[in-house]
């Protein structure tokens, strides 16, 4: 897709007008995108700047909106509110995966699924605005956008261990034998993807895939939590 007509098409999406448009396209520049001899700026430090400000942001939030809660309470609430599966949610709102420029190598390997650079592009693009527009129109930015995500973390309705909330699940049943099996994997040895199944008494129950064992197991379990209707999350 065309640079300009990739910048007008995401600022649409995001309701933002840039000033500097070339923020905007840098934030959604993956470093795989780098090519020898040629610089392109890709979105690294406005990832690390982004997370400051939405760190920011969203405790100022929480300081004013909640004051009866204590320090620890605050913590725990912002830590599910900015943490990569929040973003990658907001990321897939957006649509963001078919925005971001990386190399073919990297889309080859699911790069425009993957929740690590999903969840580092929102960080980069509340940057790009921030900088573009200012600490105002970021805020009011950022809490339109993570609204529902807020409202399910004050609400206690965000899961994030689901591994946990599945053994809780079938403690209150009687006795379970809950198993996670690596189906199979695929990739190169450093960008491998597994494939894993939860058996729950030896039947299969759900599936899940990721770029570890651990985050395998986790939608693996989060996928029966769906079935059961423990939960609803996509």
């Known amino acids: 897709m065309d ?3 990739l910048i007008e098409e995401l600022s649409k999406r995001l309701k933002i007008e840039f000033n500097n448009r070339h923020l905007l396209l840098e934030a959604i520049t993956h470093s795989s995108y780098a090519k020898p001899k040629i610089k392109v700026e890709y979105n690294e430090r406005l990832e690390f700047l982004g997370d400051a400000v939405l760190q920011v942001v969203i405790s100022d939030y929480l300081y004013n909106k909640y004051k009866e809660k204590k320090e620890g309470e605050l913590s725990k609430l912002r830590s599910l509110i900015v943490c990569e599966n929040s973003l ?3 990321a897939t709102k957006w649509d963001l995966g078919k925005f971001i ?3 073919k190598g990297e ?3 699911g790069g ?3 929740v690590s650079i999903l969840a580092d592009a929102v960080e980069a693009i509340i940057a790009a605005i921030y900088l573009d527009r200012g600490m105002e129109i970021v805020r009011g930015f950022v809490l ?3 609204e529902e995500i807020i409202n399910l973390a004050t609400e206690n309705k965000i899961i994030m261990d689901y591994k946990s909330k599945l053994q809780e699940y079938y403690q209150q049943l009687g006795d379970s034998e809950i198993v996670y099996d690596t189906i199979r994997f ?3 040895p450093h960008r491998r993807k597994f494939f894993v199944k939860v058996l729950v008494n030896n039947e299969i129950e759900g599936y899940g895939e990721g770029y570890s064992k651990k ?3 986790q939608k693996a379990a989060k996928d029966l939590l769906n079935h059961l209707e423990v939960i609803d999350e996509k």
């Open 3 to 5: 640079k300009k007509i």
């Open 88 to 90: 990658y949610k907001i």
């Open 101 to 103: 420029r990386m190399s």
């Open 107 to 109: 889309e080859l390997t």
């Open 112 to 114: 425009r699924h993957r």
């Open 144 to 146: 339109e956008n993570f």
């Open 186 to 188: 695929e990739g190169p």
């Open 215 to 217: 985050e395998g197991e």
